[in-house]
């Protein structure tokens, strides 16, 4: 299986706040890499896949990168509904893997 | 609008069977490749399996810690997509997602991200 590692866990930022993740896989996924954003209580949305292209209505301050094994995911201005858990996904190979995501808090 | 309901959750002891279920609407139900993804409590996310089209073949996938104890299935007809668990045990328990696998061809293949999904099921599984 595909394993998918994210860091860090958790980060504390402040609104405005630029803010960079990272994803990394145990082999090569070529671009087949997706980022979800979680809040407390709700189920998971699409943010972000293959690995760069934004998700119709999510907001341009979100950007992706990456191929291969190492993928980020940057926030250029951190906003109050930021504050998430944010998780990538490899869609590869099955078993789709998740990584076990970062968590933004408020600083 | 796309709709995704799961339904089915519950108290479950260990050693049970439970049957969830997911109503879809607002698209083409039958042309759909459907996953389940769950979420143990405080946990991060885990796909399960997948179920694709019947006329992409209708096969399944499952993840390691499920095969053999849980099983995909679809009602086309019903616009239903079901996930069929046995022999359960305390760590299944989890909130249960359906969503679609959604297929985008790009430059590199064709893509598959979840996405939408539902608002899940918890199933808690406990003596």
């Known amino acids: 299986d595909v394993q998918m590692t994210q860091s860090p866990s958790s980060l504390s930022a402040s609104v405005g706040d630029r803010v960079t993740f990272t994803c990394r896989a145990s082999?090569?996924?070529?671009?087949?890499l997706h980022w979800y954003q979680q809040k407390p209580g709700k189920a998971p949305s699409l943010l972000i896949y293959?690995?760069?292209t934004l998700q119709s209505g999510v907001p341009s301050r979100f950007s992706g990168s990456g191929s291969g094994t190492d993928f980020t995911l940057t926030i250029t201005s951190l906003q109050p509904e930021d504050f998430a858990t944010y998780y990538c996904q490899q869609s590869y190979v099955t078993p789709f893997t998740f990584g076990p995501g970062t968590k933004v808090d408020v600083k | 609008e796309v709709q995704l309901v799961e339904s089915g959750g519950g108290l479950v002891k260990p050693g049970g069977s439970l049957r969830l279920s997911c109503t879809a609407s607002?698209?083409?139900?039958?042309?759909?490749?459907m996953s389940w993804v769950r979420q143990a409590p405080g946990k991060g996310l885990e796909w399960i399996g997948r179920?694709?089209?019947?006329?992409?073949?209708?096969?399944?996938d499952y993840a390691a810690p499920v095969k053999g104890r849980f099983t995909i299935s679809r009602d086309d007809f019903r616009n239903t997509l079901y996930l069929q668990m046995s022999s359960l045990k305390t760590e299944d328990t989890a909130v249960y997602y359906c969503a679609i696998d959604r297929r985008i061809l790009m430059i590199v293949g064709t893509i598959t991200p979840i996405d939408p999904w539902g608002q899940g099921t918890l199933v808690t599984v406990s003596s």
């Open positions: 082999q090569s996924i070529n671009r087949f």
């Open positions: 179920i694709k089209s019947k006329s992409d073949g209708g096969t399944t």
């Open positions: 607002g698209f083409t139900f039958d042309n759909a490749w």
């Open positions: 293959a690995a760069s």
